[in-house]
């Protein structure tokens, strides 16, 4: 992680806080301006608008209400895209008893149409065709000639389907392309022609500028025997007129589409309207964008959003920034592997892609020496996480395929997680550095001394006993270990570019340190055993014990000058010359550094006869 050149992101719920709410609507050309007008804009609508567009809503959806086990509130459960519109359809539901209208009848009515648990009650679904994250839609098929009980989906008449009616939700692009009549103002059908297609086209992609997720809703009435057969025979598994085959959709995508032509399984639809969802973006995600800027990590944004969704989110993220551009999948798809190299270091957001869109960015970037990190949450993402260097996977949305196919799982999927994920990662990857300078410069060092003070000595003996040399030892490698590894992550890790994947561990910069480093110990130390005695005014008539302070003395100067060496350690990049800085909060390091020395005046005090040491006085 701490390598990393490249972070690929979803939007939802990473990027962005996964609370989804209905903003904005055109439903039947009536306009709904903003989220506190729904009771009135619901008011509003025809009485056949206003069915439709609650059946839509309430039956065509998987979620549901349901108490919070810690705030006791109602709330609906689900994908948050369906749970928006069911939370706008209970607003639009005036309170039992209001008088809005000035007619009780009136609002009581509006009510029932807006009752999403009456209508899931009063209804009798036959068919119901799930969210795929390649035809990004779902249909349900109701009975309306049925009664609530009594029958069953296999005790339909064969003669005809003229009592069941199908909803569809979801891209509002690849909704509309699959529809042939509209709604108007006053609930008449209307032929679609191309100058209101238009109209719904440009409305759709204003709505899109604005960073609102467009979501659109359409029926059909009367289905064929033959129309019911084509849609109950249909899988979205299979692959159709060869479009490519679709997958079971994740509770987070949007209902966007990869493809306008697509097909979906109920054809010339009418359509009812569409909403704009909006989804704020995280806090802290604007700074930590730039931070990873900052750190010569680009981030790029990878979103099944319709284009203009995702480019106005990601300038809002400041991930979209001049020079870079947005792609759509179907752009992506149709270049050739070396127009895809050549465009990618330019592309910061990828709109309408799939899972294997992912996959191939990962291939790609890594090809071009990136160490890629990339998130999802869903089972056709675990390719892409797999291949990724770091993949990231969501705690909350997440599956547990995605789960296990990823290296490390965001608890709060939340884009801020991944640039602490970063800080640690950098700060893993200096601290293994910093303890390797450490280590090889006590090692060359104690080495050296060891063995020229051993040629030095008349008895060919080393200034520092067995029993000093271990106690170096623990402290070269537990200790240090310890006190270079326990530096909490700081804000300036991510002011320096990445450090390659084919870089050295040891840098030249290092090696230079430890070079010197281990030959300043050996000078100093190899200066006291000459002039030890001269410089410390130590008896040369007593010489067993002018030898055992001489010793003893080496030896602590030894242990010191690792303390001081352990300082300078804490800071090895070229351009870090404040060994001091952050000091006062790397409480592991100062803890260590006081054991260390409590430790050593202990050791050199009572240390006797076991580590060959004699008590030393100031003087």
Not at 164 to 169: C, L, S, V
């Amino acid at each position: 992680m701490g390598g990393v050149t490249a972070v690929c992101s979803d939007k939802t719920g990473t990027l962005t806080q996964n609370r989804m709410t209905v903003v904005s609507g055109r439903i039947a050309d009536h306009l709904l301006g903003s989220a506190s007008e729904a009771r009135q804009f619901f008011a509003g609508l025809p009485c056949n608008v206003q069915s439709l567009f609650a059946e839509s809503c309430a039956i065509n959806s998987t979620a549901f209400e349901d108490r919070d086990p810690e705030t006791h509130r109602l709330e609906f459960k689900g994908s948050k895209t369906e749970c928006a519109l069911l939370t706008f359809l209970k607003a639009a539901s005036p309170p039992e008893g209001s008088n809005t209208n000035g007619d009780h009848a009136t609002d009581a009515t509006t009510a029932k149409r807006a009752d999403y648990y009456r209508i899931r009650k009063e209804c009798k679904k036959v068919l119901t065709i799930p969210f795929s994250s390649k035809l990004k839609s779902m249909t349900t098929i109701v009975d309306r000639s049925i009664a609530d009980e009594g029958h069953d989906a296999e005790s339909m008449p064969e003669q005809g389907r003229s009592g069941y009616r199908a909803y569809t939700k979801g891209a509002s692009e690849i909704i509309l392309s699959n529809c042939s009549h509209y709604l108007d103002k006053s609930g008449e059908v209307k032929a679609l022609d191309d100058a209101v297609r238009k109209d719904f086209a440009l409305a759709i992609k204003e709505s899109a500028k604005q960073a609102l997720r467009t979501f659109a809703l359409a029926y059909k009435d009367e289905l064929t025997q033959a129309e019911y057969d084509e849609v109950a025979d249909f899988s979205p598994d299979r692959s159709d007129s060869g479009k490519a085959a679709a997958r079971p959709k994740r509770d987070n995508d949007n209902g966007d589409d990869n493809d306008t032509s697509i097909e979906l399984p109920v054809k010339d639809m009418v359509w009812i309207g569409m909403v704009g969802i909006q989804d704020p973006l995280r806090e802290g995600v604007v700074e930590s964008v730039r931070a990873c800027q900052r750190a010569g990590i680009v981030v790029r944004m990878i979103t099944g959003d319709n284009i203009e969704t995702g480019k106005a989110i990601a300038k809002q993220a400041g991930i979209l920034t001049p020079g870079s551009i947005a792609i759509e999948g179907k752009d992506w798809r149709r270049m050739s592997e070396k127009e895809q190299m050549a465009i990618l270091p330019r592309v910061s957001v990828m709109a309408r892609s799939s899972p294997e869109d992912k996959l191939v960015i990962v291939k790609r970037l890594q090809r071009l020496d990136h160490i890629v990190a990339m998130t999802g949450d869903g089972a056709n993402d675990a390719p892409a996480l797999k291949t990724a260097d770091i993949g990231f996977s969501m705690g909350i949305t997440g599956t547990e395929v995605a789960k296990e196919a990823s290296d490390i799982v965001l608890m709060d999927d939340n884009f801020n997680s991944i640039v602490q994920a970063l800080k640690w990662g950098r700060s893993i990857s200096e601290s293994v550095r910093k303890f390797l300078q450490f280590q090889l410069s006590v090692n060359i060092a104690a080495v050296t001394l060891s063995f020229l003070s051993a040629l030095y000595s008349e008895r060919g003996e080393s200034i520092l006993t067995a029993v000093q040399l271990l106690w170096v030892n623990l402290i070269m490698d537990t200790l240090a270990a310890l006190a270079l590894a326990t530096e909490s992550p700081t804000s300036k890790l991510l002011e320096r570019l990445p450090i390659p994947a084919t870089a050295d561990l040891i840098t030249y910069e290092m090696w230079a340190m430890i070079v010197l480093q281990a030959a300043f110990q050996v000078v100093v130390n190899l200066g006291l055993v000459q002039y030890g005695q001269q410089m410390f005014h130590i008896d040369p008539n007593n010489s067993a014990n002018a030898n055992a302070k001489l010793r003893t003395i080496v030896f602590n100067t030894f242990v010191f000058l690792q303390i001081f060496n352990e300082l300078n350690c804490r800071r090895i990049m070229p351009n870090q010359f404040n060994v001091l800085h952050h000091l006062s909060q790397d409480y592991g390091f100062l803890s260590i550094q006081l054991i260390v020395i409590a430790l050593q005046y202990l050791i050199v005090t009572f240390g006797g006869v076991a580590f060959g040491t004699v008590p030393l006085s100031c003087s």
